[in-house]
């Protein structure tokens, strides 16, 4: 079958661009969050997966998100923190499946994530971005 807008073909680099800056924002806002906000009930979280000392993990968990999200949004070494969220966000979406009660987060939202990231772990990182291949 043909494609109806072949058109739009043409700027195919812009949508890991997209998912690159909107995956950054999120992971920036979240890693905020961790510091701040939502830090007391990360904590209780991390406790509750016997990860001690649950606040030095929070924060360098947070500290990755951070990092992650800066280095997505400028485009420097996608693949790498595309890779670093694949993982992270795919051990938060089994333990959101198994165990409801630690996160308070939507299991939609996790997959989603998760996605994002292996999409651009997989496709690179798009137009403007410091690690285009050449």
Do not use: C
């Not at 990755?64 to 795919?90: C, E, H, R």
């Amino acid at each position: 079958m043909l494609n109806p807008f072949p058109e739009l073909l043409a700027y195919s680099l812009l949508a890991p661009f997209i998912l690159r800056l909107a995956l950054g924002l999120i992971f920036l806002d979240l890693g905020v969050l961790k510091l701040r906000g939502e830090r007391g009930r990360w904590i209780a979280s991390f406790e509750a997966l016997y990860l001690r000392p649950a606040d030095f993990f929070v924060t360098l968990y947070a500290l990755i998100q951070i990092v992650g999200g800066l280095l997505l949004i400028v485009g420097l070494w996608t693949q790498v923190a595309a890779l670093a969220f694949v993982i992270f966000s795919g051990i938060e979406l089994y333990v959101e499946w198994r165990a409801k009660e630690i996160f308070k987060r939507d299991l939609v939202f996790h997959l989603l994530i998760f996605v994002i990231s292996l999409s651009l772990l997989i496709t690179g990182a798009g137009a403007y971005a410091f690690d285009i291949p050449l």
